[in-house]
């Protein structure tokens, strides 16, 4: 079962990836794909590493759609 404590810390940490440095928005998708992966939720890790990717690129369409679903997605994990 997932902790709603757990589903909190990660859309903090969604809501501040819009903010800092490329790297420290990286290191924030990151940390969300790590409790994703011990959650068990491995699409949705899937899904975060392609955000990262897009973010990598510079495709910012890309990067707030895929953000944008990753909020929704973990939202509905409560």
Same mark, same amino acid.
């Given at each position: !079962? ?5 589903? *909190?810390v ?5 809501? &501040?990836?819009?903010? +800092?440095? @490329? ?11 790590d409790?994703?992966?011990? !959650? ?5 890790a *899937? ?5 990262i990717? &897009?973010?990598?690129? +510079?495709? @910012?369409?890309?990067f ?6 990753l909020?929704?997605k ?5």
């Amino acid at each position: !079962m997932v902790l709603q404590v757990d589903i *909190d810390v990660l859309l903090s940490t969604l809501n &501040a990836a819009d903010v +800092g440095s @490329l790297d420290s928005i990286a290191a924030k998708l990151r940390e969300v794909k790590d409790h994703l992966e011990k !959650m068990e939720q491995r699409e949705l890790a *899937d899904r975060a590493d392609e955000v990262i990717v &897009a973010l990598g690129r +510079g495709d @910012l369409a890309e990067f707030k759609r895929g953000k944008a679903f990753l909020q929704s997605k973990i939202g509905h994990l409560r």
